[in-house]
């Protein structure tokens, strides 16, 4: 059972450079999610989906995008990518349905030089 | 948007005692408020949750109060032990699929032996 799998587990990044993040899961729950993990400041929602075909943007949603294609995949693309981009992204996702609980991949660290 | 504010941002406590961590909620529509813990380099998991029509909910040594009105919800542990040390975070959100689920800016709590 892998749940939701994120990659790359850990990356480093010249300012500029596009960067995608991955994130599959297995679960055929409905609604999926990023956030950034920052310290200090929690864990900040940048876009979400509630169903596959749509998206919507979160607290911080400037300089990245997302898309849902299918139920399993929520990519995070960063165009180009900026030093304060640096953080631990974590991919989520919930049935959407009966219950709000959030499930999280392992994270995603992000070092922008 | 939802804005949800907690305190403490760390919580010191004697092994045994009692913890208590405070969040507020501005969005007088969210109805769903879970708790997250997140142990040193692991993803957030739930650890307890309460909807809007429960006013507290309790799990062995975990329970969470939630005050509508004042638009204020409380996480308790009594009889803290050392492995109840980690980041705690609050979240609220709308509706009963965890659609944009926001958090708070989470409590490191440390539980002294």
């Known amino acids: 059972i892998a749940g939701i799998t994120q990659a790359p587990t850990s990356q480093i990044l010249a300012a500029g450079r596009r960067m995608t993040l991955r994130c599959t899961q297995d679960?055929?729950?409905?609604?999926m999610y990023w956030y950034r993990q920052d310290l200090g400041l929690g864990l900040r929602l940048i876009h979400y989906?509630?169903?596959?075909?749509?998206?919507g943007k979160g607290e911080v949603p400037d300089g990245y995008s997302v898309s849902r294609a299918n139920t399993d995949d929520f990519p995070l693309t960063l165009a180009s990518a900026v030093p304060s981009q640096t953080s631990v992204y974590f991919c989520?996702?919930?049935?959407?349905?009966?219950?709000?609980?959030?499930?999280f991949g392992e994270g995603s660290r992000l070092t922008v030089l | 948007g939802e804005n949800v504010e907690q305190h403490p941002s760390t919580l010191s406590v004697q092994e045994g005692d009692s913890a208590v961590i405070k969040c507020t909620y501005s969005d007088s529509a969210s109805n769903y408020f879970p708790w997250y813990k997140q142990e040193l380099g692991k993803r957030p998991q739930l650890i307890i949750d309460?909807?809007?029509?429960?006013g507290e909910k309790k799990d062995q040594r975990i329970a969470v109060t939630l005050n509508k009105t004042a638009k204020h919800f409380s996480l308790h542990i009594t009889e803290t032990q050392p492995e109840d040390s980690a980041v705690y975070f609050c979240?609220?959100?709308?509706?009963?699929?965890?659609?944009?689920?926001?958090f708070g800016a989470g409590t490191r709590l440390f539980v002294k032996a």
């Open positions: 979240a609220a959100s709308i509706g009963t699929g965890g659609f944009k689920t926001i």
């Open positions: 989520a996702s919930s049935d959407g349905l009966y219950t709000g609980e959030l499930f």
């Open positions: 309460i909807r809007s029509n429960v």
């Open positions: 679960m055929r729950h409905n609604a």
């Open positions: 989906s509630n169903t596959a075909g749509t998206t």
